[in-house]
């Protein structure tokens, strides 16, 4: 994989690529979610390098792509995203989103609703107003108070628990927050961050449609606020297929990365 860097006016995004980059060839473009970075693939770089081009990034204020100021929206790293993309030269992305990542994809899918070859969201959600109520909308606005006072150790245990099932997904999560270990305000302003421009980008009420080759995936044992309802209702309302994942958490492609593999591939065969 190559290390590369995308200047903003706002701070620099670190990404990798791996393969030709020739415009031609489909390119998997995976996007972790809230408080990871790019190590949350690991096992998906590992298996499609090689086989298709690869492009994973740490989001905006994540990991290398720190410092940032944390002033943008979700539409914002959409076109930061879509910049990328033509910096690399893809012409067929087929975006892999993990929780935050997805809702970056559908932001993506709204300003670019033609660039799209694919689209997969592992253990997201959809971005339209009408999944949620307005106390969701309300509690996402002020999370960043509660991270700010939660003690860290007890966070650090507690949130690779919550969000993975096997001690792979765990070592893993905890790993990418040590990241944040001795700075708490800043996994604080980051996590604080992401909900309230989820929150606002849910307010926009926007169709957030998804206009190419779709997958939901989910673990089925994922306890994130309401992620597993979220995704019943997004598949019975828009007609997406979903697929569960019997020994998975809230990081399904970490908990069960053989079988989210498999499922990512199936979809980019019959692109």
């Given at each position: 994989?190559?290390?590369?860097?995308?200047?903003?006016?706002?701070?620099?995004?670190?990404?990798?690529?791996?393969?030709?980059?020739?415009?031609?060839?489909?390119?998997?473009?995976?996007?972790?979610?809230?408080?990871?970075?790019?190590?949350?693939?690991?096992?998906?770089?590992?298996?499609?390098?090689?086989?298709?081009?690869?492009?994973?990034?740490?989001?905006?204020?994540?990991?290398?792509?720190?410092?940032?100021?944390?002033?943008?929206?979700?539409?914002?790293?959409?076109?930061?995203?879509?910049?990328?993309?033509?910096?690399?030269?893809?012409?067929?992305?087929?975006?892999?989103?993990?929780?935050?990542?997805?809702?970056?994809?559908?932001?993506?899918?709204?300003?670019?609703?033609?660039?799209?070859?694919?689209?997969?969201?592992?253990?997201?959600?959809?971005?339209?107003?009408?999944?949620?109520?307005?106390?969701?909308?309300?509690l996402l606005k002020r999370m960043g108070p509660v991270y700010r006072r939660y003690p860290w150790r007890r966070l650090l245990k507690s949130a690779p628990k919550?969000?993975?099932?096997?001690?792979?997904?765990?070592?893993?999560?905890?790993?990418?927050?040590?990241?944040?270990?001795?700075?708490?305000?800043?996994?604080?302003?980051?996590?604080?961050?992401?909900?309230?421009?989820?929150?606002?980008?849910?307010?926009?009420?926007?169709?957030?449609?998804?206009?190419?080759?779709?997958?939901?995936?989910?673990?089925?044992?994922?306890?994130?606020?309401?992620?597993?309802?979220?995704?019943?209702?997004?598949?019975?309302?828009?007609?997406?297929?979903?697929?569960?994942?019997?020994?998975?958490?809230?990081?399904?492609?970490?908990?069960?990365?053989?079988?989210?593999?498999?499922?990512?591939?199936?979809?980019?065969?019959?692109?």
């Amino acid at each position: 994989m190559s290390e590369k860097i995308y200047e903003t006016n706002l701070g620099s995004i670190h990404y990798w690529t791996w393969g030709a980059m020739d415009g031609q060839d489909i390119t998997l473009v995976f996007l972790p979610g809230l408080t990871a970075d790019h190590r949350l693939f690991e096992k998906q770089v590992q298996h499609f390098a090689g086989k298709c081009n690869v492009l994973v990034w740490d989001p905006p204020g994540h990991g290398a792509s720190w410092p940032f100021d944390l002033t943008f929206h979700l539409a914002d790293q959409a076109t930061w995203l879509e910049a990328i993309l033509e910096r690399e030269n893809v012409a067929q992305p087929v975006i892999v989103g993990q929780s935050m990542g997805g809702y970056v994809g559908q932001a993506y899918a709204q300003l670019y609703p033609r660039r799209l070859k694919g689209f997969i969201a592992i253990d997201s959600a959809p971005l339209q107003r009408r999944y949620v109520t307005a106390m969701e909308i309300w509690l996402l606005k002020r999370m960043g108070p509660v991270y700010r006072r939660y003690p860290w150790r007890r966070l650090l245990k507690s949130a690779p628990k919550a969000v993975a099932v096997t001690g792979y997904g765990r070592w893993l999560m905890r790993e990418m927050m040590m990241v944040y270990d001795g700075n708490q305000q800043r996994y604080a302003a980051v996590s604080g961050h992401g909900f309230r421009i989820l929150a606002e980008a849910m307010e926009a009420d926007l169709p957030y449609e998804i206009l190419c080759p779709a997958l939901l995936i989910c673990g089925k044992r994922d306890r994130a606020g309401s992620c597993v309802r979220y995704n019943k209702a997004w598949h019975r309302h828009s007609g997406i297929p979903i697929e569960w994942i019997e020994n998975a958490g809230h990081n399904a492609n970490a908990d069960a990365p053989q079988e989210v593999n498999a499922l990512i591939q199936r979809l980019v065969s019959r692109l």
